[in-house]
């Protein structure tokens, strides 16, 4: 019983009111630890009440200190939904303690966090990216922090966040409790904590890959084309309640989720280029069942809290075990029971026996009884597939360079208007070879329309077609548009510094 933790009369009532009856394992363990003060290292599955285990710990300290206009707490998290589910869960177990907190995330106004910042809070929720914004500008001390928590550690490194981390505890006292609670505990993770923590306490309930004991999980095997259908087909049936849905990229996330919406599906997505108006829109949208599916890619994985969800699909497969073990973790938390569905091509395989190897079992293979393919749903090409670019023909200044120069284009005085060429270079140059420099317009263009070499494009640096000027001829590979979550880049797109600002 939480009577049993030595937790303030407040804090008892609270949990009370929130409706845990008993603490979950990790509480446990690694409560009591940290409300006498210890350092604390916790690694449990997803879903297992890691936030409730820390946040108990850091409001009984708080309660037994004297309050500071500055904040005496920080919690860093690598995603805003995290931040969001983290900063709910303390505003619920403080409601009867007179404390307050108040969360910096990214994707929204400075201003309200800034007034929040300014009125005096006891606890922050924050992503290090908005959190760095705010040191940078003056706006939020961390003189008085007593308290640290990195909350989903793995997950922060992962996205890059190191660098963000060592600037924030550098402004943090040396003096100061430390928890550090993670789904995993690779070697950076050890290696991290024991640069931060002194002498902790080690939580350590289930190996890192193991994934709740409520979740029931199968294998679809499928072919490459029917992925789509197979979704669809499972949909229609009553056994799927609520669906969380995973993709690779946020492109196959947004298609997947329109075309599940033209199928009748009540659907949203949700990943790292939506704002987070969109964000929450979609997450509360799905909480209340005003959408029965939300497709997601892994920077949601950590990120959704939600009650009774019935099933996972991963519609793609992850990329590791541990990104397996994340996104399953969605359904059956807090000791209940959920269904996770993987579907797998051949050409997966391999990526499914190195997860299946590492779980250390065998996952069930489902043949699904009536299905045959669906010819109206859409094909993984489909998925794939963009909006057509436009093309010159679409655009004034490529019109007129189709049916010649203006009548007003002059020589020898300078480029041509935007999209032509000098009549008299037009006149003299020999169909398909590239003309000499100096006698290019501003676009870049032959007057043939063919693009321009190497070092002979113009200012747009655009060839005639529309596609941006490279460094070579050749195309851009496969899937560079898609933009995943682990930073990959769209042609053409600078590269984003290492730490992603949340």
């Known amino acids: 019983m939480f009577e049993d933790l030595d937790l303030h009369e407040s804090l008892v009532r609270s949990v009370a009111a929130c409706g845990f009856s008993a603490p979950t394992p990790v509480q446990k363990a690694a409560?009591?630890?940290?409300?006498?003060?210890?350092?604390?290292?916790?690694s449990a599955p997803t879903g297992t009440g890691k936030t409730v285990a820390f946040v108990l710990p850091l409001l009984q300290r708080l309660l037994q200190g004297k309050p500071r206009r500055n904040a005496?707490?920080?919690?860093?998290?690598?995603?805003?939904?995290?931040?969001?589910?983290?900063?709910?869960?303390?505003?619920?177990?403080?409601?009867?303690?007179?404390?307050?907190?108040?969360?910096?995330?990214?994707?929204?106004?400075?201003?309200?966090?800034v007034r929040a910042l300014r009125t005096g809070v006891d606890a922050?929720?924050?992503?290090?990216?908005?959190?760095?914004?705010?040191m940078e500008q003056g706006n939020v001390r961390l003189d008085d922090v007593e308290v640290l928590v990195l909350d989903e550690a793995d997950r922060m490194l992962d996205m890059g966040f190191l660098p963000a981390i060592r600037r924030v505890l550098a402004e943090v006292p040396a003096e100061r409790q430390t928890m550090l609670f993670s789904a995993t505990l690779p070697r950076p993770i050890v290696e991290l904590a024991r640069t931060l923590l002194r002498d902790p306490a080690r939580v350590d309930l289930q190996p890192k890959t193991s994934a709740?004991?409520?979740?029931?999980?199968?294998?679809?095997?499928?072919?490459?084309?029917?992925?789509?259908?197979?979704?669809?087909?499972?949909?229609?049936?009553?056994?799927?309640?609520?669906a969380l849905v995973f993709t690779r990229t946020k492109h196959r996330a947004n298609r997947l989720a329109r075309m599940l919406e033209q199928r009748g599906v009540s659907c949203a997505a949700i990943h790292g280029n939506r704002s987070q108006a969109q964000r929450t829109q979609a997450l509360s949208g799905f909480r209340t069942g005003r959408f029965r599916v939300l497709v997601a890619t892994d920077v949601a994985s950590r990120?959704?809290?939600?009650?009774?969800?019935?099933?996972?699909?991963?519609?793609?497969?992850p990329q590791s075990a541990e990104d397996y073990v994340h996104r399953i973790g969605r359904t059956a938390?807090?000791?209940?029971?959920?269904?996770?569905?993987?579907?797998?091509?051949?050409?997966?395989?391999?990526?499914?026996?190195?997860i299946e190897r590492v779980l250390g079992r065998r996952l069930d293979r489902v043949t699904v009884?009536?299905?045959?393919?669906?010819?109206e749903a859409a094909s993984d090409a489909d998925l794939e597939a963009r909006p057509p670019r436009e093309t010159p023909a679409h655009r004034p200044h490529a019109s007129r360079a189709a049916h010649g120069p203006r009548p007003d284009a002059r020589v020898g005085h300078g480029p041509a208007p935007r999209g032509q060429v000098a009549h008299a270079a037009r006149a003299a140059q020999p169909h398909g070879r590239p003309l000499p420099r100096g006698q290019r317009g501003q676009s870049g263009r032959h007057v043939n329309g063919a693009p321009a070499g190497g070092g002979q494009?113009?200012?747009?640096?655009?060839?005639?077609?529309?596609?941006?000027?490279?460094?070579?001829?050749?195309?851009?590979?496969?899937?560079?548009?898609?933009?995943?979550?682990r930073g990959g880049a769209r042609p053409g797109a600078p590269r984003r510094a290492q730490g992603r600002r949340s």
Do not use: C
């Open 31 to 42: 409560v009591p630890p940290a409300v006498a003060g210890r350092d604390v290292l916790a």
């Open 72 to 113: 005496r707490a920080l919690i860093l998290t690598p995603t805003r939904e995290l931040a969001g589910q983290v900063e709910e869960q303390l505003r619920r177990l403080a409601a009867r303690s007179g404390l307050r907190g108040a969360i910096i995330v990214g994707g929204v106004a400075l201003g309200p966090q």
């Open 124 to 134: 922050l929720v924050a992503t290090p990216g908005r959190l760095l914004d705010h």
């Open 212 to 242: 709740a004991a409520g979740i029931r999980q199968a294998v679809y095997p499928v072919a490459h084309d029917d992925k789509t259908g197979l979704l669809l087909h499972l949909l229609r049936g009553d056994e799927v309640g609520n």
């Open 303 to 317: 990120g959704i809290d939600v009650e009774k969800l019935s099933h996972v699909v991963n519609f793609d497969m």
């Open 333 to 354: 938390r807090a000791e209940a029971t959920g269904d996770a569905w993987t579907f797998v091509t051949r050409a997966e395989e391999g990526e499914l026996r190195a």
């Open 369 to 375: 009884d009536g299905f045959a393919g669906d010819p």
């Open 457 to 485: 494009r113009g200012q747009s640096g655009r060839h005639a077609n529309g596609a941006p000027a490279g460094d070579g001829s050749a195309p851009a590979p496969r899937g560079s548009g898609s933009h995943d979550e």
